[in-house]
């Protein structure tokens, strides 16, 4: 048994017996759809090897299928995302980047637009939805040219469907670094594994804009004193869940790094997440960003712009 074998078979009896599921339902085991296509950068995590062997985000995550007791089937082929084959999953597990609809970086099938809808119609119509860092630097609201530019606005209503249904859209990042994280829900399902008020944590962090109104913040990224001008705003949420019509959607900014991927209290926040995407837990979702990061919507200076 390799070290990550051993963190996460560690984890899985706290986080189960939290949980109180044995991840069926009416005696049949649930599928989550793990989706890592990079169209735009791809991610060293999600990287499959030469050979054709699973990245370590899917071979992470079938490990925890396999102790847990649901099955992962893992894809970065888009043509998967049809109404019927997006049928047999009680959710959907994404670490992607860019346009999904472009074949792009990693060279896998992309989805069709149809897909993209029946993705959406999927989760609005009661699947899970469970999101990890580079999954809100999908589907940029367009155009999204080089300079990025358009993504120094927030679009509200009028952003990619994508976007606002996971809650939130990349911006930019700076230099990787410690920075604060205050977690505001601690009883979030997995997230008693980080403890509650403020926890410093190493990581590429995300700048995220276009919350939608009604997200439930988990956590959010004290900015104060980070290095980097897309850090010059007030506190924002870095991990969140909400409704999306009878979906349960789940989006972590945390993931970039290796070493995340062998941290208890990650894989605990993972796990968690995905029980309560399935529906096995249930969670207070109630919408909270006023109350918990008041300034979540003052975007950072455009680079160049004066300041």
Not at 211 to 230: K, N
Not at 254 to 274: K, V, Y
Request: proline share 8%.
């Amino acid at each position: 048994m390799n070290r990550r074998q051993a963190v996460i078979g560690l984890l899985v009896g706290a986080v189960a017996a939290a949980c109180n599921t044995l991840g069926v339902e009416g005696g049949r085991r649930r599928r989550l759809l793990v989706f890592t296509k990079s169209s735009g950068y791809e991610h060293s995590v999600v990287k499959r090897a030469q050979a054709g062997g699973p990245s370590l985000v899917e071979r992470t995550l079938t490990a925890l299928g396999t102790r847990e007791g649901f099955d992962v089937v893992c894809e970065k082929d888009g043509s998967i995302f049809t109404p019927q084959r997006l049928g047999e999953f009680d959710g959907f597990c994404f670490f992607t980047s860019g346009l999904l609809t472009e074949r792009g970086t990693d060279g896998h099938p992309p989805m069709s637009p149809e897909g993209k809808d029946a993705l959406l119609e999927a989760v609005w119509g009661g699947k899970g939805f469970v999101a990890f860092h580079a999954a809100s630097d999908s589907f940029h609201t367009q155009p999204d040219p080089p300079d990025r530019s358009n993504r120094y606005r927030n679009h509200g209503a009028a952003s990619d469907p994508y976007v606002r249904m996971l809650g939130g859209e990349f911006i930019a990042h700076g230099t990787p670094q410690a920075a604060p994280m205050r977690v505001v829900d601690p009883e979030f399902p997995g997230m008693a594994a980080f403890g509650g008020g403020v926890v410093q944590r190493f990581g590429e962090w995300y700048s995220l804009k276009d919350f939608a109104p009604d997200l439930h913040a988990i956590a959010v990224l004290e900015t104060e004193g980070m290095e980097g001008t897309m850090y010059r705003r007030p506190p924002y949420p870095v991990v969140w869940a909400r409704r999306h019509g009878q979906g349960r959607v789940f989006y972590s900014a945390l993931g970039h790094f290796e070493e995340e991927w062998e941290d208890p209290a990650f894989l605990a926040m993972a796990l968690g997440a995905i029980r309560w995407a399935f529906g096995d837990v249930e969670a207070d979702t109630t919408p909270n960003l006023e109350a918990v990061a008041p300034g979540y919507a003052q975007l950072p200076p455009r680079p160049g712009s004066p300041s």
